[in-house]
Nanobody
Framework: QLQLVESGGGLVQPGGSLRLSCVTSELSYNSNIVGWFRQAPGKEREGVSCINWLWRSTYLADSVKERFTISIDITRRTVYLQMNSLKPEDTAIYYC?????????????????????WGKGTLVTVSA
């Protein structure tokens, strides 16, 4: 059973930065899509960013483009989400998820379709 462990969340002021980390117990064809999703209180879960580490393709939601970056260190089996210029509306629990590529990367990220494995999440709070 693949396991995902997130870290790096915390309290940050508007305009600040955080880097989230997601360590995976393995990288395989069952987990070649790794993504970050978030859920704010009272809101539906939202796909933030995903990476196909085999093809090195990435996707970023419109709400975070030019502010967030997703990357992977294969030797460390770790996917990072660098978050800059944070806004109060970025406040949420951020979850890491993984699954096998089954459709377009954007589709998997927008809908979380096919994301089989999930971490427990890390809380990001953006507040003055």
């Amino acid at each position: 059973q693949l396991q995902l462990v997130e870290s790096g969340g915390g309290l940050v002021q508007p305009g600040g930065s955080l880097r989230l980390s997601c360590v995976t117990s393995e990288l395989s064809y069952n987990s070649n899509i790794v993504g970050w999703f978030r859920q704010a209180p009272g809101k539906e879960r939202e796909g933030v960013s995903c990476i196909n580490w085999l093809w090195r393709s990435t996707y970023l939601a419109d709400s975070v483009k030019e502010r967030f970056t997703i990357s992977i260190d294969i030797t460390r089996r770790t996917v990072y989400l660098q978050m800059n210029s944070l806004k109060p509306e970025d406040t949420a629990i951020y979850y890491c998820a993984a699954g096998p590529a089954s459709t377009a990367l954007q589709t998997m990220c927008d809908s979380a379709s096919g994301m089989t494995y999930w971490g427990k999440g890390t809380l990001v709070t953006v507040s003055a």
